[in-house]
T-cell receptor, first 112, second 117 residues
């Protein structure tokens, strides 16, 4: 699976959009981009995933650049409960059910 | 639905003791996984089971054994606990099996916090 690079930490004001970047410059054509988050002391929570097109669900939007070398997770109206560590992961199609490789992620702090 | 349930939530062991961590999912998922998370680090895969009756090693399998008891349950056993196994252990499951697992999110339990003294 391709390696990802994320900032160690970010701040965002409550009510504003939180934009979390991820670089995956070595991604190949059959690799999906996944985002998870982990709130302190809890298990990781799935947020969203995509291959080429931008995706949106009730939690967030995922914007993938045309060359697929980077992506941005957008939380449209951040709340204090969105404070968590956010993980960007790429996962190969057909790579087997061998789970995900988690890096250190971005610690997002929502400020009141 | 409860999702993924892990027991116990907390455990303290002495070096050399054995124990089994239990995991059950009620989502009829095919694949199940065990991860560990150490302070300041991401999650590392210990073992996984792509389908009932199969298990495979992940990144850090040494010192652990697993059993996929049935489709719902996947247990992790420490035969002789060591202080290096002090960690938070997470179980996860995903709907699809090996061929389509790339398009199948993992759902995690809330972890077992294990301390080995």
């Amino acid at each position: 699976d391709a390696k990802t690079t994320q900032p160690t930490s970010m701040d965002c004001a409550e009510g504003r959009a939180a934009n979390l970047p991820c670089n995956h410059s070595t991604i190949s054509g059959n690799e999906y981009v996944y985002w998870y988050r982990q709130i302190h002391s809890q298990g990781p929570q799935y947020i969203i995933h995509g291959l080429k097109n931008n995706e949106t669900n009730e939690m967030a939007s995922l914007i993938i650049t045309e060359d697929r070398k980077s992506s941005t997770l957008i939380l449209p109206h951040a709340t204090l409960r969105d404070t968590a560590v956010y993980y960007c992961i790429v996962r190969v199609k057909g790579g087997g059910a061998d789970g995900l490789t988690f890096g250190k992620g971005t610690h997002l702090i929502i400020q009141p | 639905n409860a999702g993924v349930t892990q027991t116990p939530k907390f455990q303290v062991l002495k070096t050399g003791q054995s124990m089994t961590l239990q995991c059950a999912q009620d989502m009829n998922h095919n694949s199940m996984y065990w991860y560990r998370q150490d302070p300041g680090m991401g999650l590392r895969l210990i073992y996984y089971s792509a389908s009932e009756g199969t298990t495979d090693k992940g990144e850090v399998p040494n010192g652990y054994n697993v059993s996929r008891l049935n489709k719902r349950e996947f247990s992790l056993r420490l035969e002789s606990a060591a202080p290096s196994q002090t960690s938070v252990y997470f179980c996860a499951s995903s709907e699809l099996g090996a061929r389509a697992s790339y398009n199948s999110p993992l759902h995690f339990g809330n972890g077992t916090r294990l301390t080995v003294t």
